[in-house]
C-alpha cells in the first residue's frame, strides 16, 4: 500500500556532498519513525540515522558531525545530507518508515516500509 522512492544517490569524490530524499506515497494515517539504512557490499545493513515524530534523531557514530537527517510531514519526505563523504560510506542506502496505521474499527497498528534503494559510491 505504501511506496518508497529513494533519490539523490550517485557517484561523488571524497570529501563531496550528497543529498538523499526519499518520498512515501499511499495510505498513510500517520507517519511514526524515520530512518536511513545502508548496506555496503559484503556487510550487513546498518542503521545511519533516524529522526522521531518530536524530530529527536540518533546517529551511527561514523557519521555524527557529517550526516543529517530530516523530515517534511508535509510532503511524507525524509531527507539525508551527507557532507565530507568518504570512501567507507560508499554502500546502498535505504531508506525506512514506521506507519500507523487505522483498521475501520478503530484499531491501530505499526506498518514497516522500505525503500529499494540508491547507491552511494564515493571515489578516493
Known amino acids: 500500500q505504501v511506496q518508497l522512492v529513494e533519490s539523490g544517490g550517485g557517484l561523488v569524490q571524497s570529501g563531496g556532498s550528497l543529498r538523499l530524499s526519499c518520498v512515501a506515497s499511499g495510505k498513510m494515517f500517520s507517519i511514526n519513525n524515520m530512518a536511513w539504512y545502508r548496506q555496503a557490499p559484503g556487510k550487513q545493513r546498518e542503521l545511519v540515522a533516524r529522526i522521531d515524530t518530536s524530530g529527536s534523531t540518533n546517529y551511527l557514530d561514523s557519521v555524527k558531525g557529517r550526516f543529517t537527517i530530516s523530515r517534511d510531514d508535509a510532503k511524507n519526505t525524509e531527507y539525508l545530507q551527507m557532507n565530507d563523504l568518504k570512501p567507507e560510506d560508499t554502500a546502498v542506502y535505504y531508506c525506512?518508515?514506521?506507519?500507523?496505521?487505522?483498521?475501520?474499527?478503530?484499531?491501530?497498528?505499526?506498518?514497516?516500509?522500505w525503500g529499494r534503494g540508491t547507491q552511494v559510491t564515493v571515489a578516493s
Open positions: 525506512y518508515i514506521d506507519v500507523i496505521q487505522e483498521t475501520r474499527v478503530a484499531r491501530f497498528y505499526t506498518e514497516t516500509y
